[in-house]
């Protein structure tokens, strides 16, 4: 279990059973399987002896007994790949696209259930999770979703990391620096530049009557970011570089009266559960309704 995770995962566990009697097969089932509390992102390359280590850690400093959700043991990628017959090199075809819906939906509600993940920070001066595109991309859901999220570290970088802190903002600096999506890495290069397809520039379009409504989310900086708008139909105007705040997940953008949308009253909504933004207008034309803008693909050029 030193090794990084393959098949010896599972392997070790099988034969870690297979040596126990039923009543004790039963008894940790009933002690050691639950509905998760924290959803571990990790990379399969460190060595899962210190993956249980930051475990236990965290075990200890929230004095929980907590339920982990581990993707190796429940939500192999390349194993949906294999079954589906799919090669890394073959297009994306209707089957695979599906085979990823399906998985994403599913890595979704591993994070949004449990509302907490534990980031397994291995290293800690260059963690090996921040140069990969699925846990890069599970922060980004993470962050969709309004979960907390947690940092982890084996006992003796933990220390080091406190006293770094108390003396400057260097290794925190250093960690952030080094995160960069598009020099991201995966096994499979046909999951990576999925991932840098979900996580570029949204852009969402919705209509009403004559009216038409798009926005482009054009950056994200924690919990704040920057969006372009544009309306056409009665009064056709558009709002550029528009800040938006980021609320326990819930993604708020307030109209602005220097803005090149003055003719409109709007507030937006995003609902992460669905990847959708609802826009209420009060005017133009004295009405109150509300709006779904759906996501759909940038156009080429960056404009909304």
Known sequence: MTL?????VWEGLAVGLTSQSSSSKQKMSCDHVGEPTVMV???WSSPYIHLTAILK??????????FFWLDIFSMNQHDFADLSGV?????M??????MYDTMLQALTQAIKVPNCMLLAL?????PALLTRAWCLYEIYIAWKVGAEVACGFVPEAEQSV?????????????????VDAKESRATKNSDREMILDLIAEACYEGSLLTNSFSIKVVSVDGDVGIVDLKA???????????DFQNSAGSITVENDPGCGLSDYDYSVKYCSDQDKLMVRLVKPDAYDVTVTLENHKCPDGGEV
Request: aromatic share 2%; proline share 5%; glycine share 4%.
């Open 41 to 43: 992102s990790h990379s």
């Open 87 to 91: 090669q890394a090199s073959d297009p």
């Open 4 to 8: 990084p995770a393959h098949c010896s």
């Open 57 to 66: 850690r965290y075990d200890e400093n929230t004095n929980t007994n907590n």
């Open 232 to 242: 056409v139909g009665s009064s056709s105007q558009q709002c550029d570089g528009v």
């Open 162 to 178: 406190k006293k770094s802190l108390l003396k400057d903002d260097m290794l925190i600096n250093q960690i952030i620096d080094s």
């Open 93 to 98: 075809d209707g089957s695979i696209a599906n």
């Open 122 to 126: 291995i290293p800690h001066e260059r």
